[in-house]
């Protein structure tokens, strides 16, 4: 699958970070805990449900604005899917959203 | 020489082993801790604390029947103030709508409800109890709910058949995540094993079943299997190794390295009263005893494979070689594999679904 750009990535159910004040951050699922640093971690603090994956990506793409802005896209949209895959992801569809439409 | 410890991840908390369930196929040991002797509210929030300052970052409640406990509520809160992410593994049996709101709130982040087949006759045969239909209620419940859902289904040479229509429960209840656990070969397992364990075309057509799920099912529903030991090329990492991955505290608070440990001759087990649990995992002798691979037999230890299966698990080398620094026989390498193969053949050379109602041994419930 690709995710819609509109879409705005949630956390699922029974995920989540782990608290900002702990030695190293965790994303916690349901029987299994994944160390995320780094890119990984500005992807994951970003899936709100109110931020788009076009949003997402822009905020990247400004972050590491040393790196090609196509492949920071494209290394996002394949993390997403990832996560979507192990059920730490929902996608909400961007069309029902009113901060979608006010942007 | 011994190893020195790595950070511990995991806590397996033993609530109590009180449930209202009798399954042939328990995990506990066949001497069940008695309720007189259970850790107070106190005792383990002061554990989960300290489970979590020695780096532990999930916790599962687990018994018998967590639920058991009156306080099971204070004991989530506690957990998740300590920093854990808590998960519930539970019968659902003594859950009513209000106790499950309570759940909610106190934070619990993810419930795993058993089940023990795909209807009430053999669910009742295999628990010694009637439970089905009041899982089911459970269930809808918590479909109602914004609270993370794994289903267990429990199987094994009696219920194998029934994988489409357990498949199909959890399709038609859209919850995101189901584990079909083969039994594993300890405790009232072990001694119902005859009954228990599937012919290698019963598991061969399982597992074709269940991958074609998995493939159809991708970002829908997670599906998990494990198949049963026997029946592997080679050993399961058990508990991701021995006092590498995991702490297991029995309801008395006993610190274990996994369930079944106490039936290894001449560990002795702490206690959290005594100690703390970071020193326990630290420096006592019965985590230090098979961890790292300075206690492998030659065979192990030459292996490629020693950081990947840590030579197996020790329960099964115990139970199956008497020896729990043997090679896990179910290891295809295993110079004494010869055991479990016999176990095989006579397994194969029956029928995989007997007519007929074993004579099981029901797991009694403590005092």
Known sequence: ?103 | MTSAAPTPLGLIAELTHRCPLHCVYCSNPLELGRRAGELSTEQWARVFREAAQAGVLQADFTGGEPLARPDAVDLVRAARASGLYVSLITSGLPLDEARLDELVQAGIDHIQLSFQGATEDAASEFSGTKSHSQKLLVLDWLKRRRVALTLNFVIHRANLHQLPEMLAMAETSGVGRIEFANVQYYGWAFANREHLLPTREQLDRSVEFLKQAQERLRGKMQVEFVVPDYYAKYPKACMGGWGKKMILITPNGDVLPCHAARIIPGLQFENVKDRSLREIWETSAAFQKFRGVEWMPDLCKSCDRRERDFGGCRCQAMLLTGDAAATDPVCSLAPQRSIVDAVLASVNASEGNSQVRPNWLYRPNPA
């Open chain 1, 1 to 103: 699958m690709t995710p819609d750009l509109n879409s705005r990535p949630r956390l699922a159910v029974g995920c989540r970070l782990n608290e900002k004040n702990q030695p190293s951050r965790v994303l916690h699922m349901p029987e299994k805990a994944l160390r995320v640093s780094g890119p990984s971690l500005e992807i994951i603090e970003r899936c709100d449900g109110e931020r788009t994956v076009q949003q997402i990506v822009s905020e990247l793409q400004r972050l590491y604005s040393k790196a090609e802005p196509k492949k920071v896209e494209a290394d996002i949209l394949e993390y997403l899917v990832r996560l979507h895959d192990q059920r730490a992801l929902d996608f909400i569809s961007g069309e029902s959203s009113q901060s979608a439409e006010t942007r």
